[in-house]
């Protein structure tokens, strides 16, 4: 199965700058990968995928970028706000594995 | 459109006890996941279900933890005697995979159990 984890468990940031959360990933097979943001007493919910042939997606607000060479991902956010605010979870490979997340938090 | 749904949100119960977690899945979506979250050990994943068939139960901690799948649309997670270290939150996630897609998950809100 896949294998992912964080690169730091915390990330503070000021409202406005950007963020960037990292994740590195062991199964070169997956063939694609997820990121999901968890709320405080909610579960995670979806916020963008990508394929292993892609190197960058863009959506709104939200990049992700993906290094095959060295295994590694990443969730950049753009002028992030409050309400981004929560864990991030990257998941890979077909069997949706977590690593155990990124708690970015914004001050005001 | 309804989620996931999840029952019961709370529960408390005693060590010894048993406890059986329901979830029902999104309508159409043919994978289940259970996954159990706690501040230690993150988001594990216990099983999952492709069509109704456990694939992989190799996250299930030990035989007090049980799953079933009767059908498309109801999965119950049971433990068996209960102790106080499987005090969790356990989500089920429900997504629709099969060739071309992603297969997001589409997870439900929760069961937040504490086993005292």
């Known amino acids: 199965g896949e294998s992912v984890g964080l690169h730091l468990p915390t990330l503070s940031v000021q409202e406005g700058d950007n963020s960037i959360i990292n994740c590195a990933y062991s199964?070169?097979?997956?063939?694609?990968f997820i990121w999901y943001k968890q709320e405080s007493g909610k579960g995670p919910q979806f916020i963008i995928d990508?394929?292993?042939?892609?190197d960058k997606r863009q959506g709104q607000r939200v990049t992700v970028l993906l290094n095959k060479t060295v295994k590694h991902l990443s969730l950049q956010i753009a002028a992030t706000q409050p309400g981004d605010s929560a864990v991030y979870f990257c998941a890979g490979g077909g069997d949706m594995r977590f690593g155990a997340g990124t708690r970015l938090t914004v001050k005001p | 459109d309804a989620g996931v749904i999840q029952s019961p949100r709370h529960e408390v119960t005693e060590m010894g006890q048993e406890v059986t977690l329901r979830c029902k899945p999104i309508?159409?979506?043919?994978?289940l996941f259970w996954y159990r979250q706690t501040m230690m050990r993150g988001l594990e994943l216990l099983i999952y279900f492709n069509n109704n068939v456990p694939i992989d139960d190799s996250g299930m901690p030990e035989d007090r933890f049980s799953a079933k799948m009767p059908n498309a649309s109801f999965s119950t997670l049971k433990i068996q005697p209960s102790e106080p270290r499987d005090s969790a939150v356990y989500f089920c996630a429900s997504r629709l995979f099969g060739t071309g897609r992603t297969g997001e998950l589409f997870f439900g809100e929760g069961s937040r159990l504490t086993v005292l």
């Open positions: 990508i394929r292993s042939n892609m």
């Open positions: 309508s159409g979506h043919n994978s």
């Open positions: 199964n070169s097979a997956s063939d694609y």
